[in-house]
């Protein structure tokens, strides 16, 4: 028999961003408040559907710079001040995720330096960062003098499993200076292993454990006093992508 595409029901592809950064010392995820059904008036994690012409990785690129202004950061490229890590995290593909028809998203995970304060764009009627502790609290989320709901569609799973590989990451690759600028002291870095993790960590242990592993951080030569007090050291990110020994997460 001939292929008929009309004999089979109608499907769309998505992609979701779960969107990190480091602001105030805490983890922060991108929300935004759908101003379109379904789940009008609820915060999702920022996203579209994939267009005809598009793979997923341009689509993923395509939002993350429509949502946030940030183009995607090539490792093998100097290092940029609207850059972002962003990586495939998972497919969610349940039949009833989506009221509207059979979606499927595969959701990605981008990660960058300290960012400003979004401006929503598409069908979002606003945008803001959120503490990620806020976010996943029982799945739901407000604003103050809102009533809290549960984030759109399987968004609060899909957050989830984002902030869980961004931690667990962090432990055996050098995916933590994807939070940091291109030059950082090693005080700032261990601000977002804290800020990742949401433990506090030994300064002194940490600074020897950091400097002590090949290849993960290079001196620069400069210093910079920025965090107050006396002049600390600047490093950039190393050509290390696996950690050896790993920073393990300590047990909370």
């Known amino acids: 028999m001939p292929y008929d ?5 109608p499907f769309a592809v998505t992609v979701d961003l779960v969107v990190l950064t480091v602001r105030r010392h805490a983890l922060c995820s991108l929300a935004v408040r759908r101003g379109e059904s379904p789940f009008q008036g609820r915060w999702a994690l920022p996203g579209g559907f994939v267009r005809e012409d598009e793979d997923l990785a ?3 690129a395509r939002e993350l710079a429509e949502e946030t202004g940030l183009c995607v950061h090539d490792p093998a490229a100097p290092a940029q001040d609207n850059g972002a890590h962003l990586e495939q995290l998972a497919t969610y593909g349940d039949p009833k995720r989506d009221p509207r028809m059979r979606v499927v998203s595969v959701a990605h995970l ?3 330096p300290d960012l400003p304060a979004p401006r929503a764009g598409g069908d979002a009627s606003n945008a803001r960062w959120a503490p990620v502790g806020e976010l996943l609290e029982e799945g739901s989320y407000a604003r103050e003098g809102e009533q809290a709901a549960p984030l759109a569609f399987d968004h609060a799973q899909i957050l989830a499993d984002g902030v ?3 931690r667990s990451k962090i432990e055996y690759s050098s995916l933590a200076t994807a939070f940091c600028p291109p030059e950082f002291t090693v005080g700032e870095l261990r601000r977002v292993y804290e800020a990742v993790w949401g433990v506090a960590l030994d300064p002194r242990n940490f600074h020897r454990k950091v400097t002590g592993t090949p290849g993960f951080l290079v001196p620069t030569g400069g210093t910079t006093t920025r965090q107050g007090g006396r002049p600390a050291q600047l490093f950039r990110a190393g050509g290390a992508t696996l950690l050896n020994p790993p920073m393990l997460r300590p047990e909370v």
């Open 5 to 9: 595409p009309s004999a089979f029901p």
């Open 58 to 60: 341009q689509a993923a």
């Open 110 to 112: 981008a990660l960058a």
């Open 164 to 166: 869980e590989r961004a």
